[in-house]
Every structure is written in C-alpha cells, then in structure tokens.
C-alpha cells in the first residue's frame, strides 16, 4: 500500500506542476446577465501566474488606444505575449477587441 501511495505522488505532482506552469485563467467580467467568469487557456510560454487579468479592459469598456499610458502598456504586452503569444501592440489590441466583442 506503501508503494502505490508513493507511485500515485511520483505521478501526479509532475502532471500538478506542468499544468500550473502552462494553464491560465482569464478573468472576464460581462454585463449583469452574463456576470463575472474565468476563462481558462493554455500559455504561450511557461509561468508560475496561474490568474490573469486583461489590463486595457474595465468592465466591460476597452479603453481607447489614445488613453493607454506606458505602463498599462508594457502590462498589455506582457499579459498578450502570455495570452496569445502576440507582441505587437496594435495586433494585440486588434485581437482583444475582437475577442471582447
């Protein structure tokens, strides 16, 4: 009985940490009807942040290109680098938009 419990644990903490490392959750926030939700994905590359949050996005308004300041910016390209892999500015912001909408 030992054993097993020794091989179940050898088993699954790999199978724990490789889904930590490369799973996400997207915390997507919709009107009343909808409410608030985690969208999960899979990581363009690996990190130890297991809960994102899409910075360019309050509620449910995208904030103008124009009203992003440089550090929600370099927030965006990191949060869209690990979202989707993307890291150009106006392909990521493109793609947000189409993906709120």
């Not at 903490?13 to 009343?32: A, R």
């Not at 909808?34 to 690996?46: E, T």
């Not at 910016?73 to 912001?93: A, H, V």
């Amino acid at each position: 009985m030992r054993i097993r419990v020794r091989y179940l644990f050898l088993i699954c903490m790999p199978l724990f940490f490789l889904s930590w490392i490369f799973i996400g959750l997207d915390d997507y926030v919709g009107d009343h009807e909808v409410g608030s939700h985690w969208n999960p994905f899979i990581k363009s590359k690996p990190t130890f942040q297991i809960i994102f949050k899409n910075p360019i996005v309050d509620i449910l308004d995208i904030r103008p290109i124009e009203e992003i300041d440089e550090k929600t910016k370099i927030d965006f390209l990191e949060y869209c680098s690990i979202r989707w892999g993307i890291n150009d500015f106006k392909k990521c912001y493109e793609r947000t938009v189409s993906y709120i909408i």
